[in-house]
């Protein structure tokens, strides 16, 4: 088992920043890819960015078009998100989860958190 617990959300301007940090507890961190995930109200849940155990590889959806980083530290048990240029539709709840590969989808991911509000208001 992996718990995975989410900080850093909040409310923010557009045009603002905030980076998220995800702890892991439990089994060896660096077994295991890293995803962030965001779900909007009333939307579908979707792939952010995922990083492999190592961090030197990192995958990113279309939409965040270079304004959001995905890093991690692996003697820190920690996976973060820096996000830049924020903008309203970013707004959702973010979560990040560990899984066996680096991938975009939600189902290959074993282990999830419970999620942190992000709201970018305009």
């Known amino acids: 088992q992996v718990q995975l617990v989410e900080s850093g959300g909040g409310l923010v301007q557009a045009g603002g920043s905030l980076r998220l940090s995800c702890a892991a507890s439990g089994r060896t961190f660096s077994n295991y890819a890293m995803g962030w995930f965001r779900q909007a109200p009333g939307k579908e849940r979707e792939f952010v960015a995922t990083?492999?155990?190592?961090?030197?590889?990192?995958y990113y959806a279309n939409f965040v078009e270079r304004r959001f980083t995905i890093s991690r530290d692996n003697a820190k048990n920690t996976v973060y998100l820096q996000m830049i240029s924020l903008k309203p539709e970013d707004t959702a709840v973010y979560y990040c989860?560990?899984?066996?590969?680096?991938?975009?989808?939600?189902?290959?991911?074993?282990?999830w958190g419970q999620g942190t509000q992000v709201t970018v208001s305009s």
């Open positions: 990083i492999n155990w190592s961090g030197d590889s990192t």
């Open positions: 989860a560990a899984g066996k590969s680096m991938v975009t989808f939600i189902s290959w991911y074993d282990y």
